[in-house]
């Protein structure tokens, strides 16, 4: 079982930074995928950002250009940078854990991140 800690969140106006982590229990050297995803109220949760084992990483449109997802496997943590914050980018964003692409995923608690106008 993969337990997943997201951290980071939090208030911030428009035009600001937030930096969320994501500390997995286990060791993600070999994690296939890692990925931010996030919910705002009444919509369904949508990929924001992913990297895979090799560090390859792929974006929502609505993000590229702003946010950075990055991974430190020696501290089995994942990162988003997210800059230029929008109240659009408000919403509950979890971590993702995908092993493989033959396994189910592993979900965090979740994070609370709310821009304001």
């Known amino acids: 079982q993969v337990r997943l800690v997201e951290s980071g969140g939090g208030l911030v106006q428009a035009g600001g930074s937030l930096r969320l982590s994501c500390a997995a229990s286990v060791s993600i050297f070999g994690f296939d995928i890692m990925g931010w995803y996030r919910q705002a109220p009444g919509k369904q949760r949508d990929m924001v950002a992913t990297i895979t084992s090799d560090g390859t990483t792929n974006y929502a449109n609505s993000v590229k250009g702003r946010f950075t997802i990055s991974r430190d496997n020696a501290k089995n943590t994942v990162y988003l940078q997210m800059n230029s914050l929008k109240p659009e980018d408000t919403a509950v964003y979890y971590c993702?854990?995908?092993?493989?692409?033959?396994?189910?995923?592993?979900w965090g608690q979740g994070t609370q991140v709310t821009v304001s106008s």
């Open positions: 993702n854990a995908k092993p493989t692409l033959y396994t189910p995923s592993w």
